[in-house]
């Protein structure tokens, strides 16, 4: 029996800088892994295929699953037997902004490297992951990245210092589709806050370009917003489309409950604890994590 635990992101920061002509929005975010995480339990079969299922009857557990798509690619790719039952405890809400989906592909890439012995370095792992999703190739490093095009152009970044935030997660599916599609780029350049938090590391520089588009079409989230605002007293951020809401904190006396929805107080996780937290110990054995992810050299942002 392989466990896995699929980390969530958030988005620190978010940009929209252009639109490709098939119509993929190019973007520049800032990438950063907490401590909130699905479980994933893989056992091989005897039946040559993937039988996946799950605890959420609102995610479909078939070919369309993201887990799925990846099996089915490499099965394609590198002619390998798909003989697993995998079964995958959701912590992390559909919808949300937090990239479960993405999070979940990315870890069964990883193992499908490992289990098989692939060899496949980062760069030829993030090929194949951003022909499956966006936010797919930065859950290939995790820890603090920044990502720009449609996600494919990762830059390590030094690791964020411990930090500690307040995150809401309301029960509401934000479609990462439908908000861009109401989105309206500028045709006059913006000054990037993205480019001021590098130079000088202030986190309370940084926005998210998508907020206004998904609050439009999602009022309430809006009002959750600034019912954690008046409750906490300080800047709230939503996480790449929404629909979840974070905010730095460095005290526990906070309010349990924002409107009728819960707090929950998470932590940041560096590269390293990333690494270790997700791997796959099958009786002790190293965790899924090869060669081709310490070949991938940290660089600053040119």
Do not use: C
Request: aromatic residues 10%; without cysteine; glycine residues 10%.
């Amino acid at each position: 029996m392989y466990k896995l635990k699929s980390y969530a992101k958030l988005n620190l920061g978010l940009e929209v800088v252009g639109k490709r002509e098939d119509g993929y929005h190019l973007l520049k975010t800032i990438f950063q892994t907490i401590d909130l995480y699905d479980e994933i339990k893989i056992k091989k079969n005897n039946y040559g295929k993937l039988r996946l299922s799950g605890n959420r009857d609102n995610i479909k557990w078939d070919s369309s699953n993201i887990i799925s798509k990846v099996f089915l690619i490499m099965k394609e790719k590198f002619n390998i037997d798909i003989g697993f039952d995998i079964e995958v405890k959701k912590n992390i809400p559909v919808g949300s902004g937090l990239g479960g989906g993405s999070s979940n592909g990315a870890v069964i890439l990883l193992f499908l490297n490992d289990y098989y012995k692939l060899g496949l370095n980062l760069d030829e792992l993030v090929d194949i992951a951003v022909t499956i999703g966006a936010d797919l190739p930065f859950f290939l490093i995790g820890g603090t990245v920044l990502a720009e095009g449609i996600g494919e152009r990762l830059t390590e970044l030094k690791n964020l210092k411990k930090t500690k935030f307040a995150l809401l997660m309301p029960q509401i599916t934000v479609s990462t589709a439908l908000v861009f599609s109401k989105l309206n780029l500028t045709s006059t350049g913006f000054k990037s806050k993205i480019n001021l938090f590098l130079a000088s590391g202030d986190l309370n520089v940084l926005e998210n370009m998508l907020e206004d588009a998904t609050f439009e079409l999602f009022p309430e989230l809006k009002e959750y917003r600034d019912l954690m605002i008046k409750a906490l007293g300080s800047f709230i951020m939503m996480s790449g489309s929404g629909s979840s809401l974070f905010v730095i904190v460095k005290k526990d006396d906070l309010p349990d409950l924002i409107g009728s929805k819960k707090l929950l107080i998470v932590d940041s996780i560096n590269k390293t604890e990333y690494k270790k937290g997700i791997g796959a110990w099958p009786s002790g054995k190293a965790p899924v994590f090869g060669v081709g992810i310490r070949r991938f050299e940290s660089s600053r942002p040119r």
